[in-house]
Every structure is written in C-alpha cells, then in structure tokens.
Nanobody, 125 residues
Framework: QVQLVESGGGLVQPGASLKLSCAAS????????LGWFRQAPGNDREFVAT????????DYADFAKGRFTITRENAKNSVYLQINDLKPEDTAVYYC??????????????????WGQGTQVTVSS
C-alpha cells in the first residue's frame, strides 16, 4: 500500500519557522519526484515546491523562493519542507505528493500519482 504521511504542522506566530516532513512507504522512493502543495480555505490547491528524483534540482513557486526549502533523504524515504519567516498568508493545509512519471519539474497537481492527507499550518499572533 502506497502511503505518504505528513507531519510537523502547527500553530505558530508570524516570523517563526517550521519544518514539515513527509514519510513515504510502499514505493521505491528514489523512483519518484516529490512535491509540496498547499490549500487555504476557499482557495485552490497551489504548488509550493518540487524536488527531482535524485534531489539535484528543485523548483519553487515565486512566492516560495527565498523562504521555502525542499529537501529529500532517500535513505529515510522522506521529503521535507523548511519554511522560514512564516506569514499569516502561509496559513493552509500542506500536502506532499509523489510522481513516478516526471523526473523533475512537476509543478502541476495533475502530474502527481500519490498524495498525503495533509498537515495544517496556521500562522497567527
């Protein structure tokens, strides 16, 4: 059974940092490119970042450049999203996703085969 499980979300104050984690099981992790998306209430799911199978290439949404960092650790079947200087507009459910079809550059939700259940990030003072 292929599964992605996110963790690390929570309620934080503006300016804080969070590191989201996503643990994969039931798949050959190194065969998949990985991505993070987010969805705020009333909004469509939006792309945040993606990392290639080998981890060499990362792509970010414009809003994510400079504050968000995606990394992966194939030995632990895990992908991470570091978010610095959190802002209220970062409040959303964050989802990780995996694609075997695309080696890199998977910036659209439709490119992904497997999704996690999401982890809530709330930024509020």
């Amino acid at each position: 059974q292929v599964q992605l499980v996110e963790s690390g979300g929570g309620l934080v104050q503006p300016g804080a940092s969070l590191k989201l984690s996503c643990a994969a099981s039931g798949l050959t992790f190194s065969d998949y490119a990985l991505g993070w998306f987010r969805q705020a209430p009333g909004n469509d799911r939006e792309f945040v970042a993606t990392i290639a199978r080998g981890g060499i290439r990362q792509d970010y949404a414009d809003f994510a450049k400079g504050r968000f960092t995606i990394t992966r650790e194939n030995a632990k079947n895990s992908v991470y999203l570091q978010i610095n200087d959190l802002k209220p507009e970062d409040t959303a459910v964050y989802y990780c996703a995996a694609t075997q079809t695309y080696k890199f550059g998977a910036i659209l939700a439709g490119m992904y085969d497997v999704w996690g259940q999401g982890t809530q990030v709330t930024v509020s003072s």
